[in-house]
């Protein structure tokens, strides 16, 4: 006879609306991250590898 | 027989319920205007050209590491914060949002906003940014806050180096205006903070913070309030007669410092009951307006400097 899984986390509706509120957030963040850093890579051309100090 | 009887135990674990808008507030984002307005009169009156991609990376990198200052702060504070009317709705201590996930928060941004500005500006400006961070989170949250009355006046460095970091991120240097500019904050952040204190004096002594009103008394904190008055329009119209700012600021420095003066003296005055009250929070909010009036004056001179080619 097969055994019955148990449930685990059931999250409830709120619990995951703010998830996947904050799931978005952290995409947006990362996104504008690499947007930010594609920009200054073409902003500075070859100069993107002379660090001054 | 045992004496364990056998029980189940359920170990639910806790599932954050925490929106977006709490890690906003984390990052306290009234200070965090401020900074950016005083960052971005910092990268204005730098010298030289600034590719708009860069400056608003640094300012980015600068309001983001303000921010995260912001969470590690209600992190170590979420005691205390609980325990003062105007904090204890902060995410930590309501409830919202554990001291475990604002401090990861905190730390994930100082990480993040220190190394883009190092990698992408440059590491003057990222190592001035970790200062800062360290300066407000270790300096005066964890150490200067709860040990001496003189808290706010040391610890004020750290609001008053986001112009530094953005002169800086601009010139890859250190000059004598951005040293104004963090003199200008720091000595007006003990009038500020102290009319503040005066009005709040309960909250501060319900939890054991040693502000000044509370270890010294109200009417020694009313004559430091004065003295540091005093020395903030000086060194804030100092600028002008220097040469490093134009008689357009000076000017203005003065007839916004003698605003502050007079608030300073009512507060000095008046001692009891509602006018002392009225006359601290007076100072507090028109002390808010001096600091961005006068640096939008600044900010509005170097428009005008760069726009009147165009009309003239």
């Known amino acids: ?53 | 027989m045992s004496i364990v009887e056998n029980h189940t135990l359920t170990l639910t674990p806790r599932i954050s319920e925490a929106g977006v808008a709490d890690y906003i507030a984390l990052l306290k984002p009234r200070v965090m205007s401020l900074v950016i307005f005083t960052a971005l009169v910092g990268l204005m009156i730098a010298p030289g050209h600034f590719h708009p991609v860069l400056a608003f990376t640094s300012i980015l990198c600068i309001a983001v590491g303000a921010g995260a200052s912001g969470a590690l702060n209600m992190w170590y504070d979420a005691d205390i914060d609980a325990l003062m009317s105007r904090t204890a709705k902060r995410p930590v201590p309501a409830g919202r949002v554990t001291p475990q996930e604002a401090l990861a928060f905190g730390l994930i941004l100082s990480f993040f906003s220190v190394m883009t500005l190092g990698i992408l500006v440059n590491w003057v400006a990222g190592g001035l940014l970790a200062f800062t961070i360290f300066f407000y989170a270790v300096v005066y949250t964890m150490w200067l806050k709860r040990f001496t009355a003189q808290n706010i006046v040391i610890g004020g460095a750290a609001g008053a180096l986001p112009p530094v970091v953005a002169w800086a991120a601009a010139t890859g240097s250190l000059a004598v205006e951005p040293i104004l500019l963090f003199l200008i904050i720091f000595f007006w952040t003990p009038p500020h903070f102290w009319a503040l204190a005066l009005f709040r004096t309960d909250d501060y002594a319900r939890a054991n913070v040693p502000m000044l009103p509370v270890v010294a008394g109200a009417n020694a904190t009313r004559l430091q309030i004065l003295l540091y008055t005093v020395v903030l329009v000086a060194i804030a119209a100092a600028p002008w007669p220097l040469g490093y700012f134009d008689a357009a600021y000076g000017i203005s420095s003065l007839a916004l410092g003698a605003g502050m003066l007079w608030l300073a003296i009512k507060v000095y005055r008046n001692r009891e009951d509602a006018p002392a009250l009225r006359a601290a929070r007076q100072l507090f909010g028109f002390s808010i307006l001096y600091l961005f009036a006068l640096f939008a004056i600044l900010l509005l001179e170097v428009v005008v400097k760069a726009a009147a080619p165009l009309f003239w």
């Open chain 1, 1 to 53: 006879m097969d055994k019955e899984k148990p449930p685990g986390i059931v999250l409830t509706e709120a619990q995951k609306k703010r998830q996947r509120e904050r799931s978005i957030a952290i995409a947006l963040a990362l996104g504008v991250l690499v947007v930010l850093f594609f920009a200054v890579t073409i902003v500075k051309g070859s100069g993107v590898l002379v660090r001054p100090m």
